[in-house]
């Protein structure tokens, strides 16, 4: 399946799985993909991502996070920058989603990080995702 923007998909994917309750979820895998659910780890929206090869085809398998076993940690997820219309934010204009109770994603040349690690290192970049 050849898909156009794979952030979307995977973000997609996530917010399916969560609605459905599902507590795995494999999806292809890219280092962009990869560091996103780093993220989405570390701060506690899923409880572990792994990778595995399935033939040719590298698989990252996500194991969501639930409260209580019934409501999904991720409430929401919104993709920002897309492919037809990029956003950027620069240094002092990154966005707190949710007063600081959600994370936004970014890609900034030191990799992709969250939008608390950016300001702190003072570097701007694209708004790849709001997480809440």
Known sequence: MNVTDPIADMLTRIRNASAARHKDLSM???RVKREIARILAEEGFIETYETSTEGI???L???LKYVEG???VVTGLKRISKPGLRVYARKTEIPRVLGGLGLAILST???I???N???KQ???GEVLAYVW
Request: no cysteine; net charge positive.
């Open 113 to 115: 990080m969250t939008g």
């Open 61 to 63: 398998t996500l194991r």
């Open 122 to 124: 003072n570097l701007g």
């Open 28 to 30: 292809p895998s890219s």
């Open 117 to 119: 690690d950016a300001r």
């Open 70 to 72: 019934r409501t999904p």
């Open 57 to 59: 085809q590298e698989m």
């Open 109 to 111: 040349s030191h990799g």
